[in-house]
């Protein structure tokens, strides 16, 4: 694990506005939490070397691309090891219908998010693309039927000291 890094005030109020829109211009941001827009991009670029932000990304509407169906698949390695987890993270991560993959503790050994155009294309996934390799055992799938994106992301609050 990462030491976290030390954020003031100003830091946080960035983070919490880029998070809601990454478009948002250094000056947009500067006047937003009360700083010149050359020390607001200052911050940014401290930020993005502390590696507390880690890049922007584009979001689409997976129906809009005809993949209207998520699926949460619960897979699990057997054996697990070491040799045999990198090459299936990699087959996982190349895999277009992919949108998340964690690795996890517990009886499953991975959560893969998927999203793909039906249950067909769902059926066709899980036999081809995993219950087909060896060293998958098992895999469970759970439908979507909504998603929600959650607040930004900001460091846990201190407790006040006493």
């Known amino acids: 694990m990462t030491d976290s890094v030390a954020l003031d005030p100003v830091d946080l109020q960035i983070l919490r506005l880029l998070q809601n829109d990454a478009r948002t211009t250094y000056r947009e ?7 010149a827009a ?16 880690l890049g922007d990304q584009l979001r689409l509407d997976p129906a809009k691309l005809g993949r209207g169906l998520q699926a949460l698949l619960l897979v699990q390695v057997r054996p697990h090891r ?3 987890i990198g090459p ?6 190349a895999l277009p219908e992919s949108r998340a993959l964690f690795h996890l503790t517990g009886p499953d050994d991975y ?8 249950t067909a294309d769902l059926q066709r996934l899980v036999l081809d ?16 039927f909504q ?6 992301l900001l460091p846990p609050r201190q407790a006040p000291e006493a």
């Open 129 to 144: 693309e995993f219950t087909s390799r060896r060293e998958v055992a098992r895999v469970e799938t759970r439908l979507v």
């Open 111 to 118: 959560l893969v998010q998927v999203a793909v155009a039906d």
């Open 38 to 53: 050359s020390t607001c991009l200052d911050r940014v670029a401290r930020l993005r070397r502390a590696g507390v932000i």
């Open 29 to 35: 941001l500067a006047a937003e939490v009360g700083v």
């Open 82 to 84: 070491r040799e045999l």
């Open 147 to 152: 998603q929600w994106d959650c607040g930004p």
């Open 88 to 93: 299936f993270v990699d087959r996982v991560r």
